[in-house]
């Protein structure tokens, strides 16, 4: 058999072997060994892990909500800050009165809060109810502390006066009117602590360079200021600040929470006064203020509320105290921000040196004992030495002398001060008394004369005249009812009788309204005042003249005269002007006509028969009440806040409120600023003050 035919004859066994074994039926396997006997013990059933709890901080507010540009409103900034650093859950509850404190506490209790952050002293009572009842909740209070501490309560507390000493030192440096303001919401020491450092602040600038700029609202030795009783009420807050904008300040920190945009609302409107935030930065968070927002004073309670959510995390929570202070940043003040321009380097350099002796210890923002009153270091306002009181004779000098003693009588009566009232012969020779004796004279003049008077000698405003609600008047131009004149450009030519070249209102602006107009006028008459201007047009002796205009006063139930009415009485009226009964006013029928005609109503009762009113000028800045460059401060300042109280009074008529004497309906602050229209004018015609006595 060849090798082929016997690998052929394997093949086939091989197939049919595995064919057999196919068809055959299974055989039964063979027990297995058992496995080994294990010595270890079995291993522990493993749970699934439970879902991860995320921590939650909650914050209950005061009243004043969780918006309130303030310390509520800060301390939720450090929430937020910790929810986006370490993922946490936060919330709020706001409060809407004070019996929600502990509803809202338990609230966030019931919810499981790993920390309750609360808001301020109002808390303080709700939160330490709670926190005992509930010793393994962890809370922390803003602004608030407790002494024993409370081993779950982290105080966070702040030496806010140090921060408003800084503020009331600037705001004296750069006070305009030498008296700048502060008032609270309500008398409870985390507000009063501002008021405090900023009285102080101010104190510490008028012992540094010998001034006197007074703080109305506070007073840190005895205790007592102006307070609003909330700290919701933004109509609270506007007349808290208008009271203080009337007696002088020019600088306010209102510490009231959301109260206090009413009182930066009301400065705003005012103009030329600026307002210091609290708590956080109000250029930022009150940004419709921003232009009047001169610093504010920073609690960075966003920092110390974060810090206490972080050690509630990692487990090194302590009850206690967390105290912000200027020397470990838990406190500031904020950048001048659009006013920086207005803050001189000298005075941030004297703010640096400041903040450094407050951390060194050598500066105390903590009221101590009351000063001792300071001894008279003047014999001005003496018998020997009285102040002078100057009028411009704009006005019959006999009615200014009457009126004028008035005045004297009852600032003396005040103050205890002598005065010495008189009329100089020229509005040049007011001023020129003024610049000679600048450290005991104060006078009633115009804006001009202020103008001029400021730029010879640095005579500084205090008040302005208010007539029937004005801050502002006008000249008026007037002609014989019967003149063919119809437009100031008709005047060219024509003889011109004016007060007093020194006159803002008889001869400044006409003057500039008659060059806008192309009219030249012909001969000149200076006639002395304004009535003497008016008696001139009537006598026939000048064909037009100028002299102050006030609107007339309308019949009860009409709408007041408003700018573009017509200046002059009715038409239909003029036939019936004549003075009234008693003499006191000039009456067309119900209309009083308040303008310079009416002091020729005795002499000349057909005075509007035969003067009628051909024009106004553009409104003029009132008349000013200024003080001498080197009027003593303490001196001024009693004098002023005896002017504001004679101006409320009934002999406040008799003086230079009376229809007679210069018409001042009140008096308002006055800014330097005011003016400056009134100086440029003066700068582009050239006039100077020997132009005044021409």
């Not at 009165?97 to 709700?126: P, R």
């Not at 210890?361 to 001894?375: H, L, T």
Request: hydrophobic residues 40%.
């Amino acid at each position: 058999m060849n090798r082929k035919t016997l690998f052929s004859l394997i093949s086939m066994l091989a197939a049919f072997t595995l064919l057999l074994a196919a068809c055959a039926p299974a055989a039964t396997p063979a027990p297995p060994e058992p496995p080994p006997v294990s010595t270890e013990a079995p291993p522990a059933v493993t749970e699934a892990p439970p879902a991860k709890t995320v921590f939650k901080a909650c914050q209950v507010t005061d009243t004043g909500g969780i918006d309130d540009k303030s310390f509520n409103a800060t301390a939720w900034k450090g929430v937020e800050d910790a929810m986006k650093e370490f993922g946490i859950e936060g919330k709020y509850l706001e409060s809407q009165q004070q019996t929600d404190y502990e509803k809202n506490i338990n609230a966030f209790i019931d919810e499981g809060c790993n920390i309750i952050i609360t808001v301020g002293f109002l808390l303080g009572d709700a939160t330490e109810a709670m926190a005992k009842a509930n010793p393994d909740q962890k809370f922390t209070i803003v602004d608030y502390a407790y002494d024993p501490p409370i081993p779950n309560v982290q105080g966070q507390i702040f030496s806010t006066e140090q921060a408003g000493f800084l503020a009331g030192y600037a705001a004296a440096a750069l006070s305009k009117t030498g008296k700048i303001g502060t008032f609270g919401g309500i008398q409870i020491p985390t507000v009063t602590v501002f008021m405090d450092g900023y009285a102080l602040g101010a104190q510490y600038y008028n012992e540094k360079h010998n001034t006197n700029v007074e703080v109305l609202g506070w007073d840190p030795f005895a205790k007592t200021g102006l307070f609003t009783g909330n700290f919701e009420s933004t109509d609270d807050g506007r007349t808290m600040g208008e009271t203080l904008m009337d007696e002088g300040a020019d600088i306010i920190m209102p510490v009231a929470g959301p109260v206090g945009l009413g009182t930066a609302a009301a400065a705003k409107e005012r103009g030329n006064v600026y307002i210091i935030g609290v708590d956080s930065d109000w250029f930022l968070t009150a940004p419709d203020y921003a232009d009047i927002i001169l610093t504010s004073v920073m609690k960075y309670m966003d920092v110390t509320t974060m810090q206490s959510i972080k050690e509630a995390m990692d487990g090194t929570f302590q009850g206690g105290i967390i105290v912000g202070t200027l020397e470990n940043g838990g406190l500031g003040l904020a950048p001048f921000h659009n006013l920086e321009s207005k803050v001189p380097a000298e005075l941030m350099a004297e703010l640096d040196q400041v903040k450094a002796d407050i951390i060194s210890g050598a500066i105390s923002a903590v009221p101590g004992e009351a000063p001792a009153p300071k001894e008279p270091t003047t014999d001005i306002g003496t018998a020997d030495h009285p102040i002078k009181v100057l009028f411009v004779p704009s006005v019959d000098a006999n009615q200014i002398i009457a009126g004028g003693e008035v005045m004297a009588n009852a600032l003396k009566e005040a103050t205890g001060l002598e005065f010495k009232v008189s009329v100089p012969t020229s509005y040049a020779a007011t001023i020129e008394e003024m610049c000679a004796s600048p450290e005991d004279t104060m006078g009633f003049i115009p804006a001009q004369g202020y103008v001029i008077a400021n730029q010879l000698c640095g005579v500084d405003v205090a008040f302005k005249a208010i007539r029937r609600g004005w801050g502002v008047y006008w000249a008026m131009f007037v002609v014989p009812r019967d003149s063919k004149a119809q437009t100031l450009a008709d005047l060219d030519g024509l003889k011109w009788a004016y007060p007093d070249a020194g006159s803002t209102s008889g001869y400044l602006f006409p003057q500039i309204a008659l060059n806008n107009a192309g009219a030249t006028p012909g001969e000149t008459l200076e006639a002395g005042g304004h009535p003497e201007a008016i008696r001139a047009v009537y006598n026939g002796e000048a064909d037009f003249g100028t002299a102050f205009y006030s609107a007339p006063l309308k019949p009860e139930g009409e709408a007041p005269w408003a700018v573009g009415d017509d200046p002059d009485v009715p038409a239909d009226l003029v036939e019936s002007c004549a003075p009234s009964a008693d003499g006191e006013a000039l009456m067309c029928g119900e209309w009083r006509v308040l303008d310079a005609r009416a002091n020729l109503r005795t002499e000349a009762p057909d005075v509007i028969q035969k003067v009628r009113i051909l024009a106004l000028t553009d409104p003029i800045p009132n008349d000013t009440l200024s003080f001498g460059p080197d009027f003593p401060p303490e001196l001024r300042a009693a004098i002023e806040k005896a002017l504001v109280a004679f101006s409320k009074s009934d002999a406040w008529f008799q003086s230079i409120g009376s229809e007679d004497f210069y018409s001042w309906s009140g008096l308002e602050v006055a800014h330097d600023e005011e003016y400056d229209i009134v100086r440029q004018l003066v700068d582009f015609l050239g006039i100077t003050l020997k132009d005044l006595g021409k």
